[in-house]
Structures are given as C-alpha cells and as structure tokens.
C-alpha cells in the first residue's frame, strides 16, 4: 500500500543504486590472498635490511611454525570461500574490497615484521606447543562449524536466517566466530607479540559486535516463528 498511488491500480516500483559491486568470493579472495603472500615475505626475503638490520638473522622454530600456522589458516579460509561458503548475498559494495583488504593486509604485514624479527626472543617451547597446538585444535573445530553452517542453506544460498544445532552451536550461537578468536589466542599464545594481541582485541571486538547483532536477528526470526 505504501507503494500505490490511492484510488488508483498503478503501483511505484522503487529502486535502490547500490554501486559498483563484486562478487563475496572475489572479496573474501583478495582480503586473504595479502596476508597469505605477505606474512611469508618477511619470514623468507631479507626484508630487514631495508629497516636498518644489518646482522646475521637466526631464525627460531617458534617463527617457522607461525609461518606454516599463518598460512595454513589464510589458505584455509580462501580454500573454504570457493568450496564451502555459502552467501546469503551474492554480491557486497565494491569499497568494501578496499577496506577489508586495508585491514588485513594491514595486520598482517604488522604482525609478520615482529614475529619474524632479527631480535624476535621465543617464548619457552612448552609454551610454543600448548599455544600452537590449541590453536591447530581451534583451526579444526571452526571448519567444521562452517561446514554445519553451509548445510543450513541451499547451493543458491537460499534458506534465511536459520539457528544452528549441533556442536559447539549448542553452546553459543555463533561458534564459527568463537573458534576463530580462540586460534588467534593459541597463535598468540605460541608468538608473544604486542602486534599479535592487538589484531586479536580488535578482530575479537569486531566478531563480538557481528555475533551480537546475528542472535538477535536469530531470536527474533525464532519469536516469529513461534507465532506463525
């Protein structure tokens, strides 16, 4: 009614320009292909040179291991964009490639500086093991939660705002965000860097503010349910 001119059968189809945009799977794609070819630059290239670090560089095992943890998880998340993802939306804002690909571009050159630095000091290898090895447990626990996630929706991401049962969704409702805060704590954990812990405050902040707002669509969809 809102749309029909009173009295009258003619109805006002409105449009909305949204402009330029991409397809989820090409920003997912690029936001995760930086850090991925990023993070190894430093641990591979004698980038520290052009920093004023002119020294013989030891490489600890602590820094090898973040490195094969670090792109095990970005190759896993472009991995999971093509092959497990399934988008509710088909395509977001041009922009927002920009900005995604800002942020963790940003980071992760941020976090590849000092966890690959001449001066880097390891934690104890105890330490090094429970970080990485609750971490790697993490990394697992969240691929399956996307799997879950994908089963909810239709190959055409059809298939609305559902609840998700089952796991860690019996737990919290958004357990895909929960396991990927707690990976970066085990990365965290293993690496000891102030970089670290900041990308892991703001990531958290972020993902806590998603999963805030994704219950109560969630609790909402549940209480018109319950009507209908």
Same mark, same amino acid.
């Given at each position: 009614?809102?749309?029909?001119?009173?009295?009258?059968?003619?109805?006002?189809?409105?449009?909305?320009?949204?402009?330029?945009?991409?397809?989820?799977?090409?920003?997912?794609?690029?936001?995760?292909?930086?850090?991925?070819?990023?993070?190894?630059?430093?641990?591979?290239?004698?980038?520290?040179?052009?920093?004023?670090?002119?020294?013989?560089?030891?490489?600890?095992?602590?820094?090898?291991?973040?490195?094969?943890? /670090?792109?095990?998880?970005?190759?896993?998340?472009?991995?999971?964009?093509?092959?497990?993802?399934?988008?509710?939306?088909?395509?977001?804002?041009?922009?927002?490639?920009?900005?995604?690909?800002?942020?963790?571009?940003?980071?992760?050159?941020?976090?590849?500086?000092?966890?690959?630095?001449?001066?880097?000091?390891?934690?104890?290898?105890?330490?090094?093991?429970?970080?990485?090895?609750?971490?790697?447990?993490?990394?697992? $626990?969240?691929?399956?939660?996307?799997?879950?996630?994908?089963?909810?929706?239709?190959?055409?991401?059809?298939?609305?705002?559902?609840?998700?049962?089952?796991?860690?969704?019996?737990?919290?409702?958004?357990?895909?965000?929960?396991?990927?805060?707690?990976? /970066?704590?085990?990365?965290?954990?293993?690496?000891?860097?102030?970089?670290?812990?900041?990308?892991?405050?703001? $990531?958290?902040?972020?993902?806590?503010?998603? $999963?805030?707002?994704?219950?109560?669509?969630?609790?909402?969809?549940?209480?018109?349910?319950?009507?209908?």
């Amino acid at each position: 009614s809102e749309y029909c001119e009173k009295g009258s059968g003619s109805l006002t189809v409105v449009f909305k320009d949204l402009g330029p945009q991409v397809y989820y799977s090409t920003l997912f794609f690029f936001e995760y292909l930086g850090p991925l070819i990023i993070y190894p630059m430093f641990y591979y290239l004698p980038v520290y040179k052009f920093f004023g670090y002119e020294g013989e560089r030891v490489i600890h095992p602590v820094q090898t291991y973040a490195m094969y943890y /670090w792109c095990f998880h970005y190759f896993k998340r472009i991995m999971e964009t093509f092959f497990v993802h399934r988008f509710s939306h088909a395509t977001s804002p041009l922009s927002n490639v920009f900005r995604n690909c800002a942020y963790y571009w940003t980071f992760g050159a941020y976090i590849a500086y000092y966890c690959n630095h001449p001066l880097y000091t390891p934690v104890s290898d105890l330490q090094m093991k429970i970080g990485f090895g609750f971490g790697i447990i993490c990394q697992i $626990a969240n691929f399956y939660c996307h799997i879950l996630l994908r089963n909810l929706r239709s190959p055409s991401g059809s298939g609305g705002y559902q609840i998700p049962r089952g796991f860690l969704f019996n737990i919290v409702t958004c357990a895909n965000y929960t396991t990927e805060i707690y990976q /970066w704590v085990g990365f965290n954990i293993a690496t000891q860097t102030v970089a670290g812990y900041i990308f892991l405050v703001v $990531a958290a902040s972020i993902m806590t503010n998603w $999963a805030l707002g994704k219950h109560n669509r969630l609790k909402k969809a549940k209480f018109c349910s319950s009507l209908t």
